[in-house]
T-cell receptor
Framework: DAKTTQPTSMDCAEGRAANLPCNHS???????VYWYRQIHSQGPQYIIH???NNETNEMASLIITEDRKSSTLILPHATLRDTAVYYC?????????????FGAGTQVVVTP | EAQVTQNPRYLITVTGKKLTVTCSQN?????MSWYRQDPGLGLRQIYY???????DKGDVPEGYKVSRKEKRNFPLILESPSPNQTSLYFC???????????????FGPGTRLLVL
């Protein structure tokens, strides 16, 4: 059961902000939004997560709409190293202890 | 440097020949896990361990064994490999708090296995 939908792919120019959308219209009140990315054939990398408030860390910002039915991951200044598949997932914390499950994700290509 | 190491990185073997993929972490993490990743199927958890001598099945445990005799090591054993176990394998570790919260998990570099 797909809880999130993301565009299949998107391009971004180096140095510009990359805005990655994610729809999660059936999200429940206890579910968090998590973002991970996977650079080709490397292990997944945690980026950020949030419940309802916008969040920012050294890697990215997460903007969650007020109704929580969608969110946007923002990479403020994309670099070539940000080329990766980005995964948006929603789940409760401490659910399925430690197990990561990804859908198809968005292939982001950052171009010079 | 904090890291998760896996060996070997690449392996070609034949059906039925027992093999072990090692995983070691130097961060004193309680939680360790094995995943396989296949095109179109995404990342699937094979086994996980929440501490020494504590292991449990993930979503696709058939054909695999694990052990956790020491905190730093979590080897994946294929007693009788078959071609459908050809895959990219990742080992991961984290603290229990991180694992529970689905936050940072540290992944190894991956092991690409081909079973002929």
């Amino acid at each position: 059961d797909a809880k999130t939908t993301q565009p299949t792919s998107m391009d971004c120019a180096e140095g510009r902000a990359a805005n990655l959308p994610c729809n999660h219209s059936t999200i429940s009140g206890n579910e968090y939004v998590y973002w991970y990315r996977q650079i080709h054939s490397q292990g997944p990398q945690y980026i950020i997560h949030g419940l309802k408030n916008n969040e920012t860390n050294e890697m990215a910002s997460l903007i969650i709409t007020e109704d929580r039915k969608s969110s946007t991951l923002i990479l403020p200044h994309a670099t070539l190293r940000d080329t990766a598949v980005y995964y948006c997932i929603v789940r409760e914390r401490y659910d399925s202890w430690g197990k990561l499950q990804f859908g198809a994700g968005t292939q982001v290509v950052v171009t010079p | 440097e904090a890291q998760v190491t896996q060996n070997p990185r690449y392996l070609i073997t034949v059906t039925g020949k027992k093999l072990t993929v090692t995983c070691s972490q130097n961060m004193n993490h309680e939680y360790m896990s094995w995943y396989r990743q296949d095109p179109g199927l995404g990342l699937r958890q094979i086994y996980y361990s929440m501490n020494v001598e504590v292991t449990d099945k993930g979503d696709v445990p058939e054909g695999y064994k694990v052990s956790r005799k020491e905190k730093r090591n979590f080897p994946l054993i294929l007693e009788s490999p078959s071609p459908n176990q050809t895959s990219l394998y990742f080992c991961a570790s984290s603290t229990l708090e991180q694992a529970g919260g689905h936050e940072t998990q540290y992944f190894g570099p991956g092991t690409r296995l081909l079973v002929l």
